[in-house]
């Protein structure tokens, strides 16, 4: 039997959207003989991403070779939603499930999570948004670093914790939960990394990780709250035996120096790369009018309030500039609120060049106005990179994408 694809329409209509609307996630839910809760996970999930994700997103349930009514049960769930595709695989394994679909989406973030949903949901945007920022390349949720909260059994407890220490022992790992079904990376990166990985079934992310690391990737981790199924049919023997011959392949692989895989560097987003050059433009022109104010000022202030004077009517203008042009806010609703928390980002800038301009004139008394400007521009330039960080990770922030459409309409 062939792979069999049932899409309603995201990985379909990828390919005809012109324009980018922000980065799609693609979170895969391997299934095997899961008709019992399928429906109950998928709908679950739906309605999370839906009501709290700020990101688009499509969820592919990935069937393997299931002999119970899983296939039908993905099948009705891919034609009643829009964000939900099923892929019927011919054979078993969740490595192979995965490779599958992360090796053909066209998605900015691929992702995984177990059908049983045992992961609390609240620690999915965490575990996403350092791959959309550019800052991290692969993150996993962990159940074994400090902060997680873990419900499970005396014996899948010992177990985890063995195999992870065995890792870290024998193979130099640094990550602390390999096992756990709730990981993520950034597509292009598990594309250049999924050639390499031979596992097709449980040690594939095993694998998959430890490639990273010696491939001097990032990888973040995300404490977890957790909750063992009860119903779980792993295997536990059979997979811990895989596994410890996995390692051994790894080890063997490792002393012969075949672990090397070309992967690309980290680099900015695509919205941060749209938005780099906007606020570059907007704040040359606003350090422009900025200078140009403060020399009219100091005729008759001191340095100091001049500077202070200055700063505060540029960054009025700076902060609506880049309210419009650099992160796409049109409208009059929360322009109040978006100056105050702008006004705060441009509080540290001020503080950054008042203390700079205060030690310019403790070591030069007598310095020159070419000096003060010299000295305000190289701080203005430093201070921007802190407004940029702030406006982006704060005022902006992805997670307020919703409010900030309904603003949009």
Same mark, same amino acid.
């Given at each position: 039997?062939?792979?069999?694809?049932?899409?309603?329409? #995201?990985?379909?209509?990828?390919?005809?959207?012109?324009?980018?609307?922000? /980065?799609?996630?693609?979170?895969?839910?391997?299934?095997?003989?899961?008709?019992?809760?399928?429906?109950?996970? @998928?709908?679950?999930?739906?309605?999370?991403?839906?009501?709290? &994700?700020?990101?688009?997103?499509?969820?592919?349930? %990935?069937?393997?070779?299931?002999?119970?009514?899983?296939?039908?049960?993905?099948?009705?769930?891919?034609?009643?939603?829009?964000?939900?595709?099923?892929?019927?695989?011919?054979?078993?394994?969740?490595?192979?499930?995965?490779?599958?679909?992360?090796?053909?989406?066209?998605?900015?973030?691929?992702?995984?999570?177990?059908?049983?949903?045992?992961?609390?949901?609240?620690?999915?945007?965490?575990?996403?948004?350092?791959?959309?920022?550019?800052?991290?390349?692969?993150?996993?949720?962990?159940?074994?670093?400090?902060?997680?909260?873990?419900?499970?059994?005396?014996?899948?407890? %010992?177990?985890?914790?063995?195999?992870?220490?065995?890792?870290?022992?024998?193979?130099?790992?640094? &990550?602390?939960?390999?096992?756990?079904?709730?990981?993520?990376?950034?597509?292009?990166?598990?594309?250049?990394?999924? /050639?390499?990985?031979?596992?097709?079934?449980?040690? =594939?992310?095993?694998?998959? !990780?430890?490639?990273?690391?010696?491939?001097?990737?990032?990888?973040?981790?995300?404490?977890?709250?957790?909750?063992?199924?009860?119903?779980?049919?792993?295997?536990?023997?059979?997979?811990?035996?895989?596994?410890?011959?996995?390692?051994?392949?790894?080890?063997?692989?490792?002393?012969?120096?075949?672990?090397?895989?070309?992967? #690309?560097?980290?680099? !900015? /987003?695509?919205?941060?790369?749209?938005?780099?050059?906007?606020?570059?433009?907007?704040?040359?022109?606003?350090?422009?009018?900025?200078?140009?104010?403060?020399?009219?000022?100091?005729?008759?202030?001191?340095?100091?309030?001049?500077?202070?004077?200055?700063?505060?009517?540029?960054?009025?203008?700076?902060?609506?500039?880049?309210?419009?042009?650099?992160?796409?806010?049109?409208?009059?609703?929360?322009?109040?609120?978006?100056?105050?928390?702008?006004?705060?980002? =441009?509080?540290?800038?001020?503080?950054?060049?008042?203390?700079?301009?205060?030690? @310019?004139?403790?070591?030069?008394?007598?310095?020159?106005?070419?000096?003060?400007?010299?000295?305000?521009?190289?701080?203005?330039?430093?201070?921007?990179?802190?407004?940029?960080?702030?406006?982006?990770?704060?005022?902006?922030?992805?997670?307020?994408? /919703?409010?900030?459409?309904?603003?949009?309409?």
């Amino acid at each position: 039997m062939s792979e069999i694809s049932l899409s309603a329409g #995201p990985r379909a209509r990828l390919g005809t959207v012109s324009e980018p609307r922000g /980065p799609l996630i693609e979170i895969a839910i391997p299934v095997y003989n899961e008709e019992h809760i399928l429906a109950a996970s @998928v709908h679950r999930l739906h309605t999370y991403l839906l009501e709290t &994700f700020p990101y688009r997103f499509v969820i592919t349930i %990935v069937d393997n070779a299931s002999t119970d009514g899983t296939w039908d049960v993905a099948s009705r769930l891919a034609l009643r939603f829009s964000e939900v595709e099923a892929v019927r695989l011919p054979q078993k394994g969740r490595g192979r499930a995965l490779r599958h679909v992360w090796g053909t989406s066209v998605a900015d973030v691929v992702a995984y999570m177990d059908v049983d949903l045992s992961t609390d949901l609240d620690a999915f945007l965490p575990l996403i948004a350092p791959l959309v920022s550019g800052h991290s390349d692969l993150a996993i949720g962990s159940r074994l670093s400090r902060g997680s909260a873990v419900v499970r059994g005396p014996r899948r407890e %010992v177990i985890s914790r063995i195999y992870n220490l065995m890792l870290r022992t024998t193979l130099a790992a640094r &990550f602390s939960d390999a096992q756990c079904g709730f990981k993520a990376g950034r597509a292009e990166v598990v594309r250049a990394l999924l /050639p390499a990985v031979e596992d097709e079934e449980w040690f =594939f992310d095993t694998e998959l !990780l430890l490639l990273a690391e010696r491939n001097g990737l990032r990888i973040h981790e995300v404490p977890v709250d957790w909750v063992d199924d009860p119903d779980s049919r792993v295997d536990v023997v059979r997979t811990a035996l895989d596994d410890l011959r996995g390692m051994l392949r790894m080890g063997r692989r490792w002393l012969a120096g075949a672990l090397r895989v070309q992967v #690309p560097s980290r680099r !900015l /987003p695509a919205g941060m790369r749209a938005q780099v050059p906007s606020f570059a433009v907007i704040g040359i022109i606003s350090t422009i009018a900025q200078l140009v104010l403060y020399g009219l000022l100091r005729l008759f202030m001191p340095v100091v309030l001049a500077n202070v004077v200055s700063y505060f009517l540029a960054a009025i203008a700076n902060t609506a500039a880049n309210r419009r042009f650099t992160f796409g806010v049109v409208g009059t609703r929360r322009i109040v609120r978006h100056q105050l928390e702008g006004g705060v980002a =441009f509080l540290v800038g001020l503080g950054v060049s008042t203390l700079g301009l205060f030690a @310019v004139h403790a070591a030069w008394p007598h310095a020159s106005r070419f000096v003060e400007l010299a000295a305000l521009l190289a701080l203005n330039l430093f201070a921007a990179a802190i407004r940029f960080a702030l406006l982006r990770a704060w005022v902006f922030h992805p997670r307020r994408t /919703p409010d900030l459409e309904e603003e949009n309409r």
